[in-house]
């Protein structure tokens, strides 16, 4: 018992806005599964957030499940950790709508990802996607988390959390606990296998710029023989080399290789083998999770009942802090 209490918190989540790609399993999913022994861990499919951008109805149902059993198919355990659905939990947003009287309209216009996402649908910049920071602030301090495993491109938004906390405690005393970000050294940013300067996305409309953690054998191997990478011709993580070091991060993370080990490894040999054994790795890498995730797609039943386990769980949980924010904020808790 006394073990349980003493665990420290993680929270994290992924959007439902496409199937996973190979950047979201490298750079966050994977620690998610690590951390479950050590960590009080709670994981969201984060439905609320993904409306910032339109999506269609009946595709989002569809990919909240799939979402949802592919984290339990990684290997997430809905009775050891938390796994649930966003909007199971109506406190969110209710601490999201606190938390957004306490953000300022300059910091959120800084958030280079509102920058970006403004940019790449000027026909809807609509209010969610500019607070859109504040719902995940909400998130994360809802459940106390003091980490939050995550790729580098949510750092900016780990530090606005960790600012409204901060702000919020200076005012009210000691309310939320200040997460720390726990972002992996070589896979924290997956970049695009057709533009290695950016970063690998679900919503990318190449289909040979991502992986998606559904991929078939033949499509993942196709894909990486199609990467992107330079002119020359030795496997080495150099500067000016980002196609080659982005693979080489990919098959070290799925292998476990270090870089060292890798350059040796592809010594006089070319890209066409390096590229080959990069597909086959990740491959052999996630056929375990296709083979659990079709197992467990067939299975509805199940689903459910772990999303209401986890829905329980996770309100259960925040009810206590959302009680506490009311209280110091002044409202009459009945
Ligand atoms: P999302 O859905 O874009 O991505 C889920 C996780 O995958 C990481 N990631 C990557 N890591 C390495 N390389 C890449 N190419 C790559 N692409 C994505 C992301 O950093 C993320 O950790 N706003 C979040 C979801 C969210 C959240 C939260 C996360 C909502 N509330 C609270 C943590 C805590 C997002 O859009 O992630």
Redesign the pocket.
């Known amino acids: 018992m006394e073990e349980v209490i003493s665990k420290k918190r993680i929270?994290?989540?992924?959007?439902p806005?496409n199937t996973?790609?190979l950047?979201?399993y490298?750079?966050?999913?994977i620690n998610w599964v690590k951390l479950q022994d050590d960590y009080e861990c709670t994981y969201?499919i984060?439905d609320l957030?993904s409306i910032t951008v339109r999506q269609d109805p009946a595709k989002l149902k569809k990919q909240i499940l799939e979402s949802y059993s592919l984290l339990l198919a990684m290997g997430v355990d809905p009775e050891k950790s938390t796994a649930f659905v966003?909007s199971h939990n109506c406190q969110h947003a209710e601490l999201a709508w606190i938390l957004s009287c306490y953000t300022q309209f300059g910091e959120l216009s800084r958030m280079t990802?509102f920058k970006d996402k403004s940019a790449k649908h000027p026909e809807n910049i609509n209010a969610g996607l500019f607070t859109?920071p504040v719902?995940?602030a909400a998130?994360?301090l809802l459940y106390q988390a003091d980490l939050?495993?995550?790729?580098?491109?949510?750092k900016q938004?780990?530090e606005l959390s960790r600012d409204i906390a901060v702000r919020f405690n200076n005012i009210y005393g000691d309310v939320f606990k200040v997460p720390d970000p726990y972002i992996p050294k070589t896979?924290?940013?997956?970049?695009s296998l057709q533009d290695p300067t950016k970063?690998?996305?679900?919503s990318d409309e190449n289909p040979n710029a991502s992986i998606s953690v559904l991929d078939d054998r033949d499509t993942i191997i196709r894909k990486f023989k199609r990467a992107v990478t330079d002119s020359d011709t030795v496997v080495k993580y150099a500067e000016g080399k980002d196609g080659i070091n982005n693979l080489m991060s990919i098959y070290s993370a799925v292998t476990g290789k270090t870089y060292e080990e890798i350059e040796k490894e592809f010594d006089g040999k070319g890209y066409g083998d390096f590229k080959l054994a990069v597909g086959e790795a990740t491959a052999d890498r996630l056929a375990p999770i296709q083979a659990e995730y079709a197992r467990l797609a067939a299975d509805k039943k199940y689903i459910e009942e772990c999303m209401k386990l986890g829905a329980e769980k996770a309100f259960k949980t925040t009810r206590k802090t959302l009680q506490k924010v009311y209280k110091k904020v002044g409202f009459i808790v009945i």
Do not use: C, E
């Not at 929270?11 to 959007?15: A, K, V, W």
């Open positions: 929270f994290s989540g992924i959007q806005t996973p790609t950047g979201n490298l750079g966050a999913l969201s984060v957030h966003q990802q859109y719902l995940m998130d994360i939050v495993p995550v790729g580098q491109d949510q938004h780990l896979a924290a940013k997956i970049a970063k690998m996305s679900k």
